[in-house]
């Protein structure tokens, strides 16, 4: 059954939400095999596998990539490369730069604390559902895969009361951190939003960083058709009945209001920058790149006005 999304719904890595990781993690494992990948995601294919199925034979070849075929169709691996390569090379240099501390809103599959090079004294907070972060957790000791960084899990939904849980967990606000919400807020409404940003703002020493992925809502009636088309496609499809369709306010002017230098990297620039092909003229995949933008921002220490 297609799945649904509801307040406090919830899922595992195979169900709901939690299945857009899979989706992510197959385009990166497909990525690495490429002779010039743009990032290289070693434990991408180990998820897949420990998932077993059409995911295991998807990377490993005996499968075709259909299972990929999100709006994004064809471009889809190029969209996650280059995805992953922009907030590798911010977050490698923000650990340059000297901050320590590293939060993952909406962790997924992401094994960053695991195939990033780390500076001693790193801690890395992975939030997510409990279920995601225990399948993660057992497919990586499975495989024997150890951290490079002090990894700890923060089992919690970020529709809740997320920055009590990061701070009981060891956070610590006094110290300057980065913030990576990659894929995320498109699965959030507007009222999430709104209260991730207040959090990542409240938790956020001078000199912090936050990374993160945004899209400008749909014509309204163009994303009731998706969502319809969706529905008559059956089981094979799952995009459009996931997302919200809001956005409480660009991450750029609502940041930048509060005292941060924000930088903006629109998604078809940065896949010209690294060498991947644009997606066609008026194609889905063009409306959705042209959507699309990478926003990293740095707390200055100036004062911020909190509305």
């Known amino acids: 059954m297609r799945p649904t999304r509801e307040p406090g719904d919830s899922w595992d890595i195979t169900s709901s939400v939690g299945s857009t990781a899979l989706f992510v993690a197959a385009a990166r494992a497909l990525e690495a095999l490429k002779t010039r990948p743009l990032a290289v995601d070693p434990f991408a294919a180990v998820f897949c596998r420990a998932v077993g199925g059409e995911w295991a034979h998807l990377v490993d070849g005996s499968a075709p990539d259909h299972r990929l075929m999100t709006p994004w169709g064809g471009h889809f691996v190029d969209y996650q490369a280059a995805r992953t390569r922009f907030f590798d090379d911010h977050l490698t240099a923000a650990a340059t730069a000297g901050i320590r501390q590293f939060v993952v809103l909406a962790a997924g599959l992401d094994s960053r604390a695991y195939r990033l090079s780390w500076p001693a004294g790193t801690q890395v907070f992975e939030l997510d ?22 990894r700890v899990d923060v089992a919690v939904d970020l529709r809740d ?3 009590g849980a990061l701070r009981e967990a060891g956070f610590d606000p006094g110290l300057p951190s980065a ?5 995320l807020l498109i699965y959030l409404p507007a009222t999430a939003q709104r209260d991730l940003f207040g959090g990542i703002e409240e938790l956020s020493a001078p000199g912090s960083q936050v990374a993160l992925e945004e899209a400008s809502p749909m014509d309204s009636e163009a994303f009731t058709a998706a969502r319809a088309q969706e529905r008559d496609d059956g089981d094979d499809g ?3 009945t996931l997302v919200y369709n809001e956005q409480y306010e660009a991450a750029a002017d609502w940041f930048g209001a509060r005292g941060w230098q924000p930088e903006i990297t629109p998604m078809p620039a940065l896949l010209s920058r690294l060498g991947r092909p644009l997606p066609a003229a008026e194609s889905d995949a063009d409306r959705m790149a042209e959507n699309i933008r990478l926003v990293w921002a740095t ?7 909190r509305t």
Not at 179 to 183: N, Q, R, T, V
Not at 299 to 305: I, K
């Open 299 to 305: 707390a200055t220490g100036e004062p911020v006005s």
């Open 179 to 183: 913030w990576l919400a990659e894929g």
């Open 238 to 240: 799952m995009f459009f």
């Open 129 to 150: 559902q409990p279920r995601v972060l225990e399948f993660k957790r057992h497919a990586l000791a499975d495989y024997g895969a150890t951290p490079r960084a002090t």
């Open 161 to 163: 009361d997320w920055p």
